[in-house]
């Protein structure tokens, strides 16, 4: 009886609407070797990071792919720590979902493209293998850059996250360049 009622209320957990939601918003695909890569880096080629972002003031989450160091930018501003404790902070995060209340915090962490440019990428992205896009990169005339650019974005942002977002739940690592408009992608 015990077991059976054990069984019960794990089938309920799984199924619970909480435990859909946070499985829907938990990003995905990078190892942490990688997240940790992009959060260390501050090299002029801009890393970005898949996460999720919950804003302490209205409750609502949503993934979003932005820039590593707006995270840790984010972090440093909303629990008033140096860059190290901000660092050590993220990396700690092992579901990589960050809270912030602080109104100059969340502006680090808006995500700049839409649901419909994000499935978009999706769809465009899934004509593609990992050794393809990582070929494409390397073409500026390819149909990747096509798809990034295909509207203007100051720095080609909007586009090119939500193709990064895509990327990164493929576990491909995904730079913007010291150039503007330049992809890189690493496995």
């Known amino acids: 009886m015990a077991r059976t009622a054990m069984a019960l209320v794990t089938v309920l957990t799984l199924f619970s609407p909480a435990f859909a939601f946070a499985a829907d918003t938990q990003p995905k695909g990078l190892s942490d070797a990688q997240f940790e890569r992009a959060l260390r880096n501050t090299s002029t080629a801009t890393p970005y990071v898949l996460v999720t972002v919950v804003d302490g003031n209205t409750g609502a989450r ?81 149909s990747l850059y096509e798809f990034i650019h295909r509207e203007p974005q100051p720095f080609f942002r909007g586009r090119f996250q939500a193709v990064a977002h895509v990327l990164e739940e493929r576990g491909l690592l995904t730079w913007a360049g010291c150039k503007p408009g330049i992809v890189s992608v690493e496995k």
């Open 62 to 142: 949503q993934a979003a792919c932005v820039r590593a160091l707006e995270v840790l930018g984010a972090i440093q501003t909303e629990r008033g720590i140096g860059w190290e404790e901000a660092m050590a902070f993220a990396l700690a995060q092992s579901d990589r979902t960050f809270k912030f209340s602080n109104k100059d915090a969340l502006k680090r962490m808006v995500r700049e493209y839409s649901d419909q440019t994000l499935e978009e990428a999706r769809v465009f992205l899934a004509k593609m293998t990992n050794e393809e896009v990582e070929a494409a990169t390397h073409d500026q005339k390819s």
